[in-house]
């Protein structure tokens, strides 16, 4: 299965989100903010970054601008996972190529292990 980078900056929904992946036989590493996103990204490279927008310090826009001027990490695969059903959020985020914009409030834990199927499958 997976690796998987999740970066949330709320514990219980993290936990909730990491435990529904893991459930599916995926890798969950957690980050709360983009220090220590940026140490497990250090690690090793993901197969996929689940990444929040509203989070302290940098947002999950600009951390995604970052990745995909590194030559490293421009073509790993970002989806976002967000609060905010802003539109000028979702086109910002897909002409940054993520490859998808989800509100938090319509998906579940087993919703987004399906969803991140896909996602592994682009």
């Known amino acids: ?3 998987i980078i999740l970066v949330e900056d709320s514990p219980s929904v993290g936990r909730a989100y990491a435990e ?28 996929l970054l689940l990444l929040d927008i ?20 421009v073509q790993l695969k970002v989806a976002i996972l967000s609060n905010f059903s802003d539109r000028d959020l979702v086109h910002r985020a897909l002409r940054l190529d993520a490859v998808d914009y989800v509100e938090k409030a319509s998906i579940t834990p087993a919703l987004l292990a399906d969803q991140v199927e896909r996602w592994l499958q682009r």
């Open 20 to 47: 529904g992946l893991r459930r599916h036989g995926h890798t969950v590493r957690l980050a709360a903010d983009e220090d220590a996103f940026r140490a497990l990204l250090g690690e090793n490279q993901p197969d």
């Open 1 to 3: 299965m997976a690796d």
């Open 54 to 73: 509203g989070l302290p310090g940098m947002d999950g826009i600009e951390i995604l601008r970052e990745l995909r001027e590194e030559p490293d990490t």
